[in-house]
């Protein structure tokens, strides 16, 4: 058997879990989630007596194009993946590329790689790549977690695997498809040694970033110096797998008088140093995953359709109003327009608030619902959210909104937390309303944040 053959049977052999950023309501923080552990622990190799010839540091990231934000989602091994062959078109065709790592997560799931779960390897990632493609993230962007409040797979949020393939993933039309696919074989795996050393010689002699994957204790990833996993973390991680988890990152360098390897992560840029990292050589070398590391090469240049939608999108306009109805139901109601949608995907958020004061609303003097334990059970939080806009077949660059509308349901408004507040002081009750805009490099962020006041049924 071919040895990517082996590669790939080995990283079946494994449960992968990554790490990823969860969306606030104040956009101000974002808290990492780890998916299942596994003991990956394995005898060191790592031996400088054998690394007397390479140079002391090989640090690569020039060659690298900007780090992404897997956002809310399990992704971390298709932001590998598609990391590494923007790095190689960088390099070899001297051309800064933004791929979809939307469609590179659907045709894997449809080639038949971990289908029930936002789980896989980069090396069967690349694999489907050479054979299925690749797209622009512009031709098909990345998406926020579909089980996130208020998209379409909410109900499954307990239990992914019961879920509907569409939660995980959904191909593109085939027009899209037939119009726009970047050919992939060209592109071809390379799987890297296990041993350390190895790897440290390939940055060196071949001067290309691969995937590996590692383990996570928080304990040892703090938010400076290198990020480590000893003895001890892994005792805590085994005693309690909760706690931990797996994660596929993008080595492209090390330091040898300081014993880390350089990498990219796919957080976003607001974790370590722009989105980059160090970890502990020694890390890697007892506790990256067997069979994992791979790279890759081109055996020629791809042919690169041209980006349509590169462009940051802009809000032209942004008008919510809000509304008690009959059934106790709030209308939230959109009147807008946006410009320079490819590549993004839009949504909005809207709650019930209080202003504490005379001044004008804004976050820092509006109480918004604190439901109690039961009413968190039962509504997950007070926040209302709905997808607006993906643009998904770039049929219009432009996107119009005309009295759109969202409801904030009526068991929702009658809890005892909400009537609290609007059975207050009347002209001191308001809703707020985000507009919010999701990429593959930004992960969530707000265009636009609106406090407006709550019209009584039947008012005009």
């Known amino acids: 058997m071919k040895k990517c053959g082996l590669i790939i049977l080995g990283a079946l052999a494994l449960l992968q879990g990554c790490g990823n950023s969860s969306e606030t309501e104040s956009g101000e923080r974002n808290k990492i989630v780890l998916s299942a552990f596994s003991d990956t622990q394995r005898p060191g190799t790592f031996d400088e007596r054998q690394l007397d010839e390479v140079p002391r540091t090989v640090n690569l990231k020039d060659d690298l194009t900007p780090v992404k934000n897997q956002s809310n989602r399990g992704t971390c091994t298709f932001f590998t993946a598609i990391a590494l062959v923007e790095a190689s078109i960088k390099k070899h065709q001297k051309i800064e590329v933004n791929l979809s790592e939307e469609y590179l997560n659907a045709a894997t799931k449809t080639a038949g790689f971990f ?11 690349l694999y489907t790549a050479t054979k299925s493609g690749l797209l622009l993230e512009s031709d098909w962007p990345y998406r926020p977690s579909a089980f996130g409040k208020g998209f379409h797979c909410e109900a499954y949020a307990a239990d992914k695997s019961a879920a509907p393939s569409s939660c995980l993933f959904q191909l593109p039309p085939e027009n899209l498809l037939k119009e726009r696919r970047i050919d992939g074989s060209s592109l071809e795996m390379e799987p890297v040694s296990d041993d350390t050393n190895m790897l440290i010689k390939f ?11 590692v383990p996570v204790n928080f304990n040892g990833w703090a938010s400076t110096g290198p990020a ?10 085994l005693s309690n797998p909760s706690s931990c988890g797996l994660h596929e990152i993008l080595i492209y360098g090390y330091d040898l008088e300081r014993k880390v390897f350089f990498f990219k ?4 840029k607001s974790w370590g140093r722009e989105g980059h990292g160090e970890i502990e050589i020694s890390a890697v070398d007892q506790y990256g995953g067997k069979n994992t590391a791979v790279a890759v090469k081109q055996k020629a240049p791809l042919n690169l359709p041209e980006d349509l939608g590169h462009q940051k999108a802009v809000l032209a ?3 919510p109003s809000a509304q008690e109805m009959a059934n106790g139901s709030i209308q939230v109601s959109v009147n807008g327009q946006l410009k320079n949608t490819l590549g993004h995907v839009f949504y909005t958020s809207s709650g019930i608030g209080k202003v504490t004061n005379a001044e004008t609303p804004q976050d820092n003097n509006t109480e918004f619902l604190t439901l109690n334990t039961e009413e968190q059970e039962k509504f997950g939080d007070s926040f209302v959210r709905a997808l607006w806009s993906d643009n998904p077949e770039g049929k219009d660059e432009n996107v119009s909104w005309d009295n759109k509308q969202v409801f904030i349901p009526s068991e929702l408004v009658a809890s005892e937390t909400a009537q609290a507040v609007l059975n207050s002081e009347r002209s001191k009750v308001i809703v707020r309303t985000t507009l919010f805009v999701h990429t593959d490099d930004e992960g969530f962020k707000i265009l ?10 039947g008012e005009e």
Do not use: D, M
């Open 265 to 268: 992560n796919s957080w976003g």
């Open 448 to 457: 636009k944040r609106v406090y407006h006041p709550l019209k009584e049924s």
């Open 228 to 237: 480590r996993h000893t003895q001890n973390l892994h005792t805590e991680c």
């Open 317 to 319: 306009s942004f008008t």
């Open 115 to 125: 289908p029930k779960s936002e789980e896989s390897f980069a090396v069967l990632n």
């Open 203 to 213: 940055i060196a002699r071949e001067r290309r970033p691969f995937a590996v994957q």
